[in-house]
T-cell receptor, first 114, second 114 residues
Framework: AQSVTQLGSHVSVSEGALVLLRCNYS??????LFWYVQYPNQGLQLLLK??????LVKGINGFEAEFKKSETSFHLTKPSAHMSDAAEYFC????????????FGTGTRLLVSP | EPEVTQTPSHQVTQMGQEVILRCVPI?????FYWYRQILGQKVEFLVS????????KSEIFDDQFSVERPDGSNFTLKIRSTKLEDSAMYFC????????????FGPGTRLTVL
């Protein structure tokens, strides 16, 4: 069965600092990996996805993530945090075998201070 | 930009009552999904739907739940006899193709069962 683990339910950074949100996955087949963001009182918005092409994936709002098979990781980074990045971030996995469901992690709340 | 819409945004019901949550997926999408998020917990897959039938469902999706695409635009989730533990945020999502295609999420319906 597939699963994702997000380390840290809360991450606090200062504006302008590096953002690093961690995600490790478990999958018996090659995974597809996703990062979604949820702003308060809104739905889930796709930030980026890995679909077995380039291992470094660039997404919206300056975020990127690197797929590392040896570490089973797909960490999300952004060089310089903005106040507007404060939100809940979810890592999710699906597999390439045709199953359609996304399996989500528990989420990480990013707090950005001035 | 096309988006998934959901109504109502908040539904309050008494235990044992039936509720219908409504979603309008993006118009050219063929795959539809329901997820739920109990307060403070992870987003969980409920069901996927394609070609007018359920293609996958989770163990949460028992006989109390049903889905329907009654016309060319709506996708509904029905809970026949609500329980207190059904209180959650319910998200509808749609994708153009299945499997690993990007799923676009609606803003959610918050269901409160009293």
């Amino acid at each position: 069965a597939q699963s994702v683990t997000q380390l840290g339910s809360h991450v606090s950074v200062s504006e302008g600092a590096l953002v690093l949100l961690r995600c490790n996955y478990s999958s018996s087949v090659p995974p597809y990996l996703f990062w979604y963001v949820q702003y308060p009182n809104q739905g889930l918005q796709l930030l980026l996805k890995y679909t077995s092409a380039a291992t470094l994936v660039k997404g919206i709002n300056g975020f990127e993530a690197e797929f590392k098979k040896s570490e089973t990781s797909f960490h999300l980074t952004k060089p310089s945090a903005h106040m507007s990045d404060a939100a809940e971030y979810f890592c999710a996995v699906s597999d390439q075998a045709g199953f359609q469901k996304l399996v989500f992690g528990t989420g990480t709340r990013l707090l950005v201070s001035p | 930009e096309p988006e998934v819409t959901q109504t109502p945004s908040h539904q309050v019901t008494q235990m044992g009552q039936e509720v219908i949550l409504r979603c309008v997926p993006i118009s050219n999408h063929l795959y539809f999904y329901w997820y739920r998020q109990i307060l403070g917990q992870k987003v969980e897959f409920l069901v996927s739907f394609y070609n007018n039938e359920i293609s996958e469902k989770s163990e949460i999706f028992d006989d109390q739940f049903s889905v329907e695409r009654p016309d060319g635009s709506n996708f509904t989730l029905k809970i026949r006899s609500t329980k207190l533990e059904d209180s959650a945020m319910y998200f509808c999502a749609s994708s153009e193709r299945g499997a690993t295609d990007t799923q676009y999420f609606g803003p959610g319906t918050r269901l409160t069962v009293l």
